[in-house]
């Protein structure tokens, strides 16, 4: 037993975030992905050194003004995938609290999240806690309780952002045209292709994605195709020919590079005919870049085969907030259908 007899506790808070959130509170998304971090901190009059399952074991997270259960939030001790810091006024967070330096500091960190069903009208939150310790002190912080100091943190709770087609961009890094000869079964043909590169980003620099999932569509073009692939270092991409060649599905989110080839494939024989392109594309961090190919062709039975669907892309940004975004294909590049 690491609990020393008779123990009482010398100084105790809680953080949000690394900071005191007694005055200014933590923003929460109420989206059920976006977490805070919540910190207990406490010190020990008579030396007790207890462990992080006996920190939780004393600890219950209670609702500062009634002494109850939590409200509207729920706590885990597993941190999640979008446990970032929301600050609506976009500045700078406050100083870290000075806590941290004091002597026999022992912690319990917790996640906290809210959803909409939980949470429906968004509604804040004030969290305090008790604290039992084995053989000695019992002490409850919340506003009607008997604990000696003052422990709360107030959690502002904020609905889910939701996205519209003017908050996504695409824009076109690159591009090319380029023609080329084909002999096929109607003789002699001389067709248009070309490829553009696109960064699909946020259009406010406080939010960018945090990840993107597709799904994606291949199209073949009978004999022949307009091929993208791409690699990052040495490691290939083959898509088989697709209007729509996403790197970023591909490789994952990130600052990165990767070299794009853009040729002519004859699928029957699996050869590359002609190349047209050879460059780098580079994926800054928060965006997802694909590289869309389009052709029009002199033959008839090829422009029925052409590609002309959507592509739906689910995204979140760094706070859980999701957003599914619509990208029509069509001849002559994509272009965002709807936002939602």
């Known amino acids: 037993m690491t609990w020393a007899s008779n123990e009482r506790i010398k100084s105790i808070n809680i953080l949000v975030n690394g900071v005191d959130a007694t005055s200014e509170p933590a923003n929460l998304f109420v989206n059920g992905l976006h977490q805070v971090e919540l910190t207990v901190n406490a010190t020990f009059e008579n030396g007790s050194t207890p462990s992080s399952d006996e920190m939780y074991e004393a600890i219950q997270l209670l609702d500062y003004n009634t002494g109850g259960s939590l409200n509207v939030l729920e706590t885990s001790k597993t941190k999640g995938s979008y446990c970032n810091v929301y600050n609506p ?10 806590m941290a330096s004091a002597d026999n500091l022992y912690t319990a960190t917790y996640y906290v999240d809210s959803s909409t069903t939980k949470n429906p009208g968004n509604q804040n939150e004030t969290v305090s806690l008790s604290f039992t310790i084995p053989g000695g002190e019992d002490s409850s912080f919340w506003a009607g309780g008997e604990g000696e100091f003052e422990v709360q943190a107030n959690i502002q709770c904020w ?3 939701k996205y519209k087609i003017d908050d996504i961009a695409l824009n076109r890094q690159s591009s090319s045209g380029f023609t080329f000869h084909y002999q096929g079964t109607g003789g002699d043909t001389y067709d248009n292709g070309g490829f ?3 960064h699909m980003i946020i259009n406010n620099d406080y939010y960018n994605f945090h990840d993107v999932s597709a799904q994606e569509d291949t199209q073949f073009v009978d004999d022949v195709c307009i091929g993208i692939t791409g690699t990052e270092n040495t490691s290939p991409l083959w898509n088989e020919w697709s209007n729509i060649y996403d790197f970023t599905h591909s490789q994952g989110m990130g600052a990165k590079s990767y070299y794009m080839s853009v040729y002519l494939y004859e699928t029957a024989s699996g050869v590359n005919v002609w190349g047209y392109y050879d460059g780098t594309v ?3 961090s928060g965006e997802y870049i694909f590289a869309s190919s389009n052709a029009s062709f002199e033959t008839s039975d090829w ?3 052409l590609l002309t669907s959507d592509v739906n892309y689910d995204a979140n940004d760094q706070f859980g907030n999701h957003a599914l975004i619509v990208i029509s ?3 002559g590049g994509p272009n965002l259908n709807t936002v939602g």
């Open 89 to 98: 006024s976009e500045t700078s967070d406050s100083a870290i609290a000075t």
């Open 159 to 161: 609905p889910e952002k």
């Open 196 to 198: 553009s590169v696109y």
């Open 282 to 284: 580079n994926q800054a």
């Open 303 to 305: 422009d029925d085969n």
């Open 329 to 331: 294909v069509k001849t």
